[in-house]
C-alpha cells in the first residue's frame, strides 16, 4: 500500500507515521510513504504557496499552481492509477467500512489543506473524494491523513502482531470492542469478571459477545438498529439488558 501525501508540513507526516504501528509497517516495506511539498513546486524567490482570498475576509488561502505541481509530480512517480481524497471537514463522514475500502487499494494521494483551505478550482480540478474526520474543524489536513494512514495500515495483512486484533476492534463486525482487563486481578476493590479467569473458551467468547452487543446498546444503539442480530446475539443482548435493568434497581433501592 503506498501513500502519498501532499503537504506544506511533511515532518508532521514523516514524524508521526515513522513511529508505533505505522512506523513497523514502513520498516517491513508493506506501506510505503513519500510527502509531496507544495512549496517545492513554487518559482518565486518568497517560495509562496498562498495568497489573500478573492472578495476580503480574513485568513490565506492555498494556491492553485504549487498544489496541482506537486499533485502531477505524486501521480508520475508511479504508474499506478490513484484517487487524490482531499482531508477536509466538509467531506463525508470517515468510518470503519470506508477505512476498510481504502485498505483495499494499492495506492491513495492524501490531500492535506492549510489556512482557509485550497483554491475551489483545484479541489473542483484534481480531487476525486473528501473525506472528513468528524463536525469540527482542526488545522491543517495533516492530523485527518495521519489518522487515515493509521487507520488503513492497522488492517494490512501482517501489520498487526495478532491477525485477530484489528478484527475484534470496536465497529469491525458493527459492535463496539468489549471490555479488556490485564494484571493485578484485583485493584482499587475492583475485580476482574470471574469468567476471564476460569480458562473455559466457550464462555469467555459468550461472555465478551455479550459485553459487546451490551456496551453497543447502551452507548450507541444507532450501530445495533442497523445489524440483523442471530438468535444467539439477540439471546445474549436480552440477558445483558436483563442484567442491566436489574442492577439499576438494586442501586436505587
Ligand atoms: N475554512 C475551512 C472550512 O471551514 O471548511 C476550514 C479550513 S481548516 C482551518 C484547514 C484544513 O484543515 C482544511 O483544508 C482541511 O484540509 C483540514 N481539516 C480541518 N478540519 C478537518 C476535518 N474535520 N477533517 C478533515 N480535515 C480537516
Known sequence: MRFDVITLFPEM??????TGVTGKAVEKGIV??????PRNYTHDNHRTVDDRPYGGGPGMVMKYEPVFDAIQAAKKDSAQSVSVVFLSPQGRQLTQ??????SERSRIILLCGRYEGIDERL???EVDEEWSLGDYVISGGELAALVVIDAVTRLLPDVLGDKNSAQQDSYMGG????????????????NVPDVLLGGNHGQIEEWRMKQALGRTWM?????????DLNDKQQR????????????QTETED
Open 219 to 227: 452507548r450507541r444503539n444507532d450501530l445495533l438498529e442497523r445489524l
Open 175 to 190: 459492535l463496539l470492542d468489549y471490555p479488556h482487563y490485564t494484571r493485578p486481578e484485583q485493584i482499587a476493590g475492583q
Open 13 to 18: 507526516i514523516d514524524n508521526a507515521a515513522r
Open 97 to 102: 467500512q470506508i477505512v476498510g475500502g481504502f
Open 236 to 247: 445474549l443482548l436480552a440477558e445483558f439488558i436483563t442484567e442491566f435493568k436489574f442492577r
Open 32 to 37: 510505503e510513504l513519500k510527502t509531496w511539498n
Open 123 to 125: 479541489l473542483e480540478a
